[in-house]
């Protein structure tokens, strides 16, 4: 009796312990989430305060002739023309470059290649490394490369070139994670009634797994959109004149202007750069919405 007594008694404390246990854990649990809503919050706040800022300098001087001119010495006469139609053309080459040939090697990595072998691992590795590069990096690859190398000079194709590399393993990366996704029994349903590989890959795979896809094509895509420091490094031009007519020709695209105005000491130019800003965060919400439009249509 006094055995059973004891194993009653302990195994009470044990309960007791536990129910203890369990509420340091929910405490401990919602002190970390408190924590991380107060992070969030804070950089909500900042967020707003700064965007409140740039409107708050930029909205008056936002105006069709702001768009439809050229950079000027002069801020009243100066514009964003040249920096908007050299954006879009850089952006259009830079997708085109770096969609078709990361989706492609996630579809090798994940569906071709034997992940055993060593060779397989080691470039897996790299190019997950590649993608916490430094953006400077990749301007001094394409200054060496592209500009000097391959002689396509300080041209909208060299500025392409040279932000695809820089978003290609973003692209990689989120597209073999977009394909790992895809149920294993889809592709087996496939097979089972004849399929071929490449007929599964293009027709259930891809299909399943192309919202995860647009996602980090997305993010990668407003990475590079708002990157001015590759594109110095390759020479591209901080005052231009002209509208680009070819990918050879010169060019300048938003965040270099914006940089250059707001390293002028006169308050004008201040007040342009808020409103260059506001430019580039239209443009970028723009081709946001158009591709989470997409996003949502294979979604469903």
Excluded: C
Aim: glycine share 8%; charged share 15%.
């Amino acid at each position: 009796m006094k055995g059973i007594e004891s194993a009653v008694d302990s195994s009470m404390i044990k309960g007791v312990g536990s129910k203890s246990n369990i509420m340091k854990r929910r405490m401990q649990s919602k002190l970390f989430e408190m924590f991380f809503f107060g992070a969030i919050m804070f950089g909500i706040m900042m967020l707003m305060v700064l965007m409140a800022n740039i409107i708050k300098e930029g909205i008056g001087w936002l105006d069709i002739d702001f768009i439809t001119s050229f950079p000027s010495r002069f801020a009243k006469k100066a514009g964003i023309k040249s920096a908007l139609v050299g954006s879009i053309w850089v952006m259009s080459l830079t997708f085109l470059f770096s969609f078709p040939l990361g989706v492609g090697t996630a579809i090798y990595l994940e569906e071709y290649s034997d992940k055993k072998k060593r060779f397989n691992k080691i470039l897996q590795v790299n190019i997950a490394n590649l993608a916490g590069v430094p953006s400077i990096v990749y301007g001094i690859l394409g200054l060496a490369v592209f500009v000097r190398f391959m002689g396509f000079e300080r041209s909208i194709i060299s500025g392409a070139l040279t932000l695809g590399l820089l978003i290609l393993p973003v692209i990689i990366v989120s597209s073999q994670e977009a394909l790992k996704s895809v149920p294993n029994e889809l592709r087996h349903g496939a097979y089972a009634i004849g399929v071929s590989k490449w007929q599964t890959i293009t027709g259930v795979v891809l299909p399943y797994a192309l919202p995860g896809i647009l996602t980090g094509t997305i993010l990668a895509m407003s990475r590079a959109m708002g990157e001015a420091a590759p594109l110095i490094i390759i020479g591209a031009a901080g005052y231009i004149s002209f509208l680009p007519e070819s990918i050879t020709d010169s060019f300048t695209v938003l965040p270099i202007q914006i940089f250059n105005w707001t390293s002028r000491p006169q308050a004008e130019f201040q007040n342009i750069a808020a409103a260059g800003i506001l430019v580039l965060m239209i443009l970028l919400l723009s081709a946001n919405a158009v591709a989470v439009i997409i996003r949502n249509k294979y979604e469903k």
